[in-house]
């Protein structure tokens, strides 16, 4: 589709949703007060356009794929990093302000901590199975 959209204005001087993929031109089709064109002429004519519209939609598909290529390999999301995407220790996560802004967000806080330490111990002492 960018291919598309890409080439449809320069090569055929259309909107892209006008424009068709091959346009068929005829000899008959010129105005009434115009005489018909001769056969050599239009389509030597006829074939010498098509080539160019093959090769500047080549050279334009070309020009893409290398953009798509680059894109990918200097992906910059893969090495972006800020404040909100770094890593936090897990000690300093709980003093953030939204933990501690409120009365409420501090008991979630010291309830969470609770659940957590009640199942650390009960999986502490819950005996192994034994392997056969």
């Given at each position: ?54 090769v ?23 090495r ?28 979630a ?24």
């Open positions: 589709m960018l291919l598309w959209f890409s080439v449809s204005v320069p090569i055929e001087g259309l909107h892209p949703l006008q424009a068709g993929i091959l346009r068929l031109k005829s000899r008959n089709e010129r105005r009434p007060s115009l005489p018909r064109e001769a056969w050599l002429p239009f389509y030597v004519w006829q074939g010498a356009e098509a080539l160019r519209k093959v500047a939609l080549a050279k334009r598909w070309h020009e893409l794929e290398n953009l798509c290529r680059r894109i990918a390999r200097e992906d910059p999301c893969r972006y990093m800020d404040l909100a995407l770094t890593p936090m220790a897990a000690d300093r996560q709980e003093s953030l302000r939204l933990y501690t802004q409120t009365a409420e967000a501090q008991a806080v010291m309830r969470e901590r609770r659940v957590a330490g009640s199942s650390r111990t009960l999986k502490q002492n819950v005996p192994m199975a034994p392997e056969y």
